[in-house]
């Protein structure tokens, strides 16, 4: 018939019926006809296996036609401190963020939204995070990642929660989730276990004027969190710059020799210096010690050098010494022998043995007497 318009609504459709883009009906399933001799009529066609309602003028609809559409759509007005838990058919999901207006059909599934003020108290309950960080790969974790602020605080570990660049909370270890709208949050975690720290010493000149570098390795751990966090931005670069400042005064007030002979003053120094410092900002330094002193090339071959003399001077002063104490034992084995024949007898045997142990065989001619008067030259008169 001339001018007439059928639409055939399906099961799972709704049409939205405008007359000169004023919203007249929305359409049951089924055969509709109408007149539309000026081509007035116009429709919007929607799935409603699709929860969701989608239209520019969405808030508008619902504020002019409420009579019309009320019993087939649902409305969500989140306020500016909410966050809404979008259930469909008894299972979350979606989260809907604050100042946010959806609509819903209300026809093929059951809606519900679930409002969480989130003003004061903007953690995240421990079932409900679970269920939002968990199941990797679905759209509602990619929806939980992009609305909630995920950290896990391993054992040993604290972690500084602060919101909007102040601290707000100690986190104790384990897992933590916190609604990432209306406030920028950060979460630092502090390592409370026993760390160590290798310190490179600068080039420093001693006390007379050698230039040297001392390499420090230190252990400390973090003893006062909160003090840590608040008073400084980094601890380990606080400590190393301290270890290093307290080097150059070790080294700078003492000589070279001082230093070399004494590597464990260096220690002392540098740890008395640096603990009651470090404890102050909420670190404890547990031990400090010198990993090895380094010296430019040419002052290590004069040292070398230096060493060389110094130890060629003590081996010719003890061999000095040696013969000096043997000269006098032979001057007091010579004393005692002079007045005593019989150990001067035996003096002379014992140097006749050594002799012969060296000889094969030997010819004695004259009896021992001839033997010992050929082989030594002796003063003073033989005993009979």
Not at 179 to 198: G, K, S
Not at 225 to 242: C, D, G, I, N, P
Not at 347 to 364: G, N, P, Q, Y
Request: proline share 2%.
């Amino acid at each position: 018939m001339l001018g007439m318009k059928k639409y055939n609504v399906a099961d799972n459709e709704r049409f939205m019926l405008f007359r000169q883009n004023r919203l007249e009906q929305i359409l049951e399933p089924g055969e509709h006809k109408y007149f539309d001799w000026k081509n007035e009529l116009t429709i919007v066609r929607y799935d409603v296996t699709k929860a969701e309602l989608n239209h520019p003028l969405g808030r508008f609809l619902v504020t002019a036609y409420n009579e019309l559409i009320k019993d087939s759509v649902v409305t969500f007005d989140i306020k500016e401190n909410e966050i809404g838990l979008l259930y469909i058919d008894e299972k979350l999901t979606q989260i809907l963020a604050p100042n946010s207006f959806r609509m819903f059909w209300n026809v093929a599934s059951k809606v519900e939204v679930k409002t969480v003020d989130i003003s004061e108290d903007f953690s995240v309950d421990s079932q409900l995070l679970a269920q939002l960080v968990r199941n990797k790969g679905t759209s509602l974790y990619a929806a939980g990642i992009n609305a909630i602020f995920y950290i896990e605080v391993p054992d040993n570990h604290v972690g500084l929660l602060k919101v909007n660049g102040k601290l707000k909370e100690m986190l104790e270890p384990g897992s933590y989730g916190f609604w990432r709208f209306n406030r920028n949050i950060e979460v630092e975690r502090l390592d409370c276990r026993l760390q160590t720290m290798d310190v490179s010493g600068q080039e420093i000149l001693t006390k007379d004027r050698v230039s040297l570098r001392i390499n420090l390795s230190a252990s400390f751990r973090i003893v006062d969190t909160e003090k840590v966090a608040t008073q400084l931005k980094s601890h380990t670069e606080f400590l190393y710059r301290e270890f290093q400042l307290a080097l150059r005064e070790v080294v700078g007030t003492r000589s070279l020799d001082a230093i070399l002979e004494d590597k464990d003053i260096v220690n002392k120094i540098v740890e008395k210096r640096i603990k009651e410092k470090a404890l102050s900002f909420g670190l404890e330094v547990v031990d400090v010690g010198v990993k090895d002193i380094i010296l430019p090339g040419d002052m290590k071959s004069i040292l070398n050098q230096v060493v060389e003399a110094e130890k060629s001077a003590e081996a010719n002063l003890i061999k000095r010494r040696e013969e000096t104490q043997a000269t006098r034992s032979l001057h007091n084995t010579a004393k005692v022998m002079e007045g005593n024949p019989t150990l001067m007898r035996l003096k002379e045997l014992e140097v006749l043995e050594r002799v012969t142990s060296k000889i094969d065989h030997m010819t004695v001619y004259g009896g021992l007497e001839g033997v010992m008067k050929d082989m030594i030259s002796l003063t003073g008169n033989l005993p009979k």
